[in-house]
């Protein structure tokens, strides 16, 4: 059976229904109702996943789902908000089989639930394109706490959570295996099967950290996702706080998989730091507070890497590698 099969109505009622929050109204009305916590400030954004572009169409529908709702995860979490629920849009081809449907709402439910961010409304609609899931995700922080991009000051450190450039080398290992692949990738067959699957796995489904939002908010002074490669947000994060800054490329942190794959073709670090999909917690800290942060990620299991520093100026970020500038011309994946 397909989607066409059923009406809105009946597809909303039997496969997103059961996964709603209680502001949800049991999908039911055209609106969602979301308390507004007092002494607090709501905080949204949207991400949008399209087939073919951010996903392939082999890929389990379950992991898409996650995929979806941890993209907008990442960004809360960044900004140290805690997520209150989400609106799903979802736009597909009439053709889809509601066994995919299914498995993509069971996917979509059990992050709701691990992240504790219910599902509250939203809209399906037909289209002849691939598969494209938009959510808004909201969340909030104490009033006054957001933090922002603007908030890096000259001296602070600049930090990572996690590890780079996993996920865009999985990115690489699954373009090969479509046959989409023109550059060189007689690294792929060195690699374990162990650092295979954790590139490639690392790319389908990413962790947010959502863990750490209050340890975010309590310690940095600006903070964004990394999401479209480390050395362009931290461009971008640097030219919106209206300061300049460098990043030591020795110093960022690199699986195992990763470093592997980097040690088998060293051009690959330039894949890793600007491939993005990363969705780490790039942040600025006073050095002050700097071992305090590190300390409660830690805490959460999450690592927290030095690896550069804010300066004074409008020059755009540098990056050096063992002490010699390493010149980056286009840091981060751009859509257009």
């Known amino acids: 059976m397909t989607v066409s099969s059923l009406s809105e109505d009946e597809l909303i009622s039997q496969i997103f229904a059961p996964i709603a929050g209680d502001g949800a109204l049991g999908l039911h009305d055209d609106v969602a109702l979301l308390p507004s916590p007092q002494g607090s400030e709501l905080v949204l ?28 995860l990442s960004d809360l979490a960044s900004k140290g908000a805690e997520p209150l629920g989400f609106l799903l849009s979802l736009s597909m081809p009439p053709q889809t089989s509601l ?6 709402a069971e996917g ?5 639930r691990a992240y504790d961010c219910p599902l ?12 494209t899931i938009s959510i808004t995700a909201v969340g909030r922080v104490p009033s006054g706490y957001l933090v922002r991009r603007t908030g890096a000051r000259v001296g602070d450190i600049l930090a990572v959570t996690g590890t780079i450039g996993d996920s865009a080398l999985g990115l690489a290992l699954r373009l090969a295996e479509e046959g989409q692949s023109n550059g060189n990738l007689g690294w792929r067959d060195e690699l374990t099967p162990l650092e295979y699957a954790h590139l490639t796995q690392r790319y389908l489904l990413p ?11 309590d ?7 990394v999401s479209d490669g480390l050395i362009g947000d931290a461009r971008k994060f640097l030219r919106t706080s209206g300061v300049s800054g ?18 088998l073709s060293p051009e690959l670090l330039k894949t890793a730091v600007t491939g993005g999909d990363d969705y780490e917690v790039l942040c600025s800290v006073p050095p002050a507070r700097f071992e305090a942060l590190r300390a409660q990620c830690a805490q959460e299991n999450v690592g927290l890497t030095a690896i550069g520093k804010v300066e004074e100026g409008n020059a755009p970020l540098s990056a050096f590698l ?4 390493y010149l980056i011309d286009r840091g981060s994946y751009s859509h257009f």
């Open 120 to 131: 509250l409304g939203g809209d399906t609609v037909r289209t002849q394109g691939p598969v």
């Open 108 to 112: 979509l439910g059990a992050d709701a």
């Open 246 to 263: 460098r990043i030591d490329l020795e110093s960022v942190p690199l699986s195992q998989a990763a470093r592997a794959a980097i040690d």
């Open 219 to 225: 310690y940095a002074s600006g903070a964004m996702d």
């Open 322 to 325: 063992e002490g010699t500038e």
């Open 45 to 72: 954004t949207v991400d949008t996943i399209v087939g073919g572009v951010h996903y392939f169409p082999g890929d389990p529908p379950g992991a898409v789902a996650r995929k979806a709702l941890r993209v907008n």
């Open 207 to 217: 962790e947010p950290r959502n863990a750490i939002a209050s340890a975010i908010r």
């Open 99 to 104: 066994s995919w449907i299914a498995a993509f």
